[in-house]
């Protein structure tokens, strides 16, 4: 009888290593993503930010302050001072009103 089948191949043996090639990947995108994820939450938790974490930073900046009616501004807004100068005291100039403010 001249028709044998060929034999089956042997299962892999308990602790036999693998070839490198068919090892599959690794979380290399995952834990890129997550680090940029991370950075990206450090850094807005850093800067200040709204509600109640950012309200130190933001009261502190109260720097113009209205020498007839004591009304605060943040020095960001030079511009609402001296819509206010010009709205709540007419007979007043900007300088007079807030001579903080270096214009």
Do not use: W, Y
């Not at 034999?7 to 693998?18: D, L, S, V």
């Not at 979380?27 to 450090?42: E, G, H, L, P, W």
């Not at 950012?54 to 501004?73: E, N, P, T, V």
Request: net charge positive; with cysteine.
């Amino acid at each position: 009888r001249g028709c044998r089948s060929p034999p089956a191949p042997e299962p892999p043996r308990r602790g036999a290593r693998r070839s490198v090639t068919t090892m599959g990947g690794g979380n290399a995108q995952k834990t890129a993503m997550s680090r940029a994820k991370n950075a990206a939450k450090a850094k807005a938790d850093a800067a200040g930010g709204g509600g109640s974490k950012g309200m130190k930073d933001r009261a502190a900046a109260m720097d113009l302050k209205c020498s007839i009616c004591m009304q605060c501004f943040p020095n960001t807004q030079v511009k609402a001072a001296q819509a206010h100068a010009e709205s709540k005291h007419p007979k007043s100039d900007f300088a007079t009103c807030f001579p903080m403010a270096n214009q």
